[in-house]
């Protein structure tokens, strides 16, 4: 069984740069497509995008100017960069595991960190 | 963009019930979708993929149904343990989107 974890993010200034890292145990990160999905504050879920080791990406388009995924396959590890936060990406942000291809569902989860932006 | 709108956005049933949650894709995306079921302060979870398949360890009186763009989720009788929000999630197109959410809260 695949497990994910987000690393602890916590605080982000307005106009500076979020980023999270999701490590992968239990499995090759090589063997799948990944995603990141956010929530804000009592609010739905927002798929932000997916990645994939052989550097195939693909990005919400509202978000596409700002975001940045990799993989790094000697830590078993995928990252989410996003530039020029504003209050609005305020949320939950979610990695979690395609269950084959990117055109799939979402079997795996991590259990989310709390991203807060402000001054 | 493919919008995912999900009915009713709030539902208020008893233990014993049968509960059925719609989404309605604004265009086809044949039966690439998938049902989640998420509690507060937890991640999502898995419950029917590919419109209609039961995720391995789901209870059986889950269930899902429809294609193109009307979809089902049902709940032959709720439990205790159901009450959550639900989403629907299309991976038709490069662009995923979630729907809404229908919240299932305690009468």
């Known amino acids: 069984q695949v497990q994910l974890q987000e690393s602890a993010s916590g605080l982000v200034r307005p106009s500076e740069t979020l980023s999270l890292t999701c490590t992968v145990s239990g499995g090759s990160i090589s063997s799948f497509y990944w995603s990141w999905i956010r929530q804000p504050p009592g609010k739905g879920l927002e798929w932000i995008g997916y990645t994939h080791y052989s550097g195939s990406s693909n990005y919400n388009p509202s978000l596409k100017s700002r975001v940045t995924m990799s993989v790094d396959t000697s830590n078993n590890q995928f990252s989410l960069r996003l530039t020029s936060v504003t209050a609005a990406d305020t949320a939950v942000y979610f990695c979690?595991?395609?269950?084959?291809?990117?055109?799939?569902?979402?079997?795996?989860w991590g259990q989310g960190t709390l991203v807060t932006v402000s001054s | 963009d493919i919008q995912m709108t999900q009915s009713p956005s709030t539902l208020s049933p008893s233990v014993g019930d049968r509960v059925t949650i719609t989404c309605r894709a604004s265009?086809?995306?044949?039966?690439?979708l998938a049902w989640y079921q998420q509690k507060p302060g937890k991640a999502p979870k898995l419950l029917i993929y590919?419109?209609?398949s039961l995720e391995s360890g789901v209870p059986s009186r889950f269930s899902g149904s429809g294609s193109g763009t009307e979809f089902t989720l049902t709940i032959s009788s709720l439990q205790p343990d159901d009450f959550a929000t639900y989403y629907c999630?299309?991976?038709?197109?490069?662009?995923?989107?979630f729907g809404q959410g229908t919240k299932v809260e305690i009468k």
């Open positions: 979690a595991k395609y269950l084959r291809g990117s055109f799939s569902p979402l079997d795996s």
């Open positions: 999630h299309q991976y038709n197109y490069f662009f995923q989107t």
């Open positions: 590919d419109a209609s």
């Open positions: 265009q086809s995306i044949s039966d690439w």
